[in-house]
């Protein structure tokens, strides 16, 4: 299992308030709208991201990171074999991506997940 990437996401109620200081004064491009959750970041290197969300997508809790990693089964088997709770999932969700939440030592509730 190889980390592909990771994303703050930002809880808020007003997502479309993140669009001037980070797409008009930054210059990041909105990469993903769903209404519930928009992405800005750079079309020349998708390492570049960061999300506001408003829930995590099929009425979760919205994540404090997320990290997309190579095989999301693999990463779940580590998880449950470290003792760490599955909070939600695995999912196959409608958007196109197979997740887990799961909490890291500090309590941030991490969106672990995969594009199919």
């Given at each position: 299992?190889?980390?592909?990437?990771?994303?703050?996401?930002?809880?808020?109620?007003?997502?479309?308030?993140?669009?001037?200081?980070?797409?008009?004064?930054?210059?990041?491009?909105?990469?993903?709208?769903?209404?519930?959750?928009?992405?800005?970041?750079?079309?020349?290197?998708?390492?570049?991201?960061?999300?506001?969300?408003?829930?995590?997508?099929?009425?979760?809790?919205?994540?404090?990171?997320?990290?997309?990693?190579?095989?999301?089964?693999?990463?779940?088997?580590?998880?449950?074999?470290?003792?760490?709770?599955?909070?939600?999932?695995?999912?196959?969700?409608?958007?196109?991506v197979r997740r887990f939440y799961v909490r890291d030592p500090f309590g941030k509730l991490i969106n672990i997940l995969a594009?199919?």
């Amino acid at each position: 299992m190889k980390v592909k990437r990771i994303v703050t996401n930002v809880n808020t109620r007003d997502i479309a308030a993140a669009k001037s200081f980070y797409q008009d004064v930054l210059g990041l491009d909105l990469l993903m709208d769903h209404g519930w959750i928009a992405t800005y970041g750079s079309h020349e290197d998708m390492n570049i991201q960061i999300s506001f969300a408003s829930q995590g997508g099929s009425d979760t809790r919205t994540p404090d990171l997320s990290i997309e990693v190579d095989d999301v089964d693999a990463a779940l088997e580590r998880m449950k074999s470290a003792g760490f709770p599955i909070e939600y999932g695995p999912a196959d969700e409608p958007w196109g991506v197979r997740r887990f939440y799961v909490r890291d030592p500090f309590g941030k509730l991490i969106n672990i997940l995969a594009h199919s």
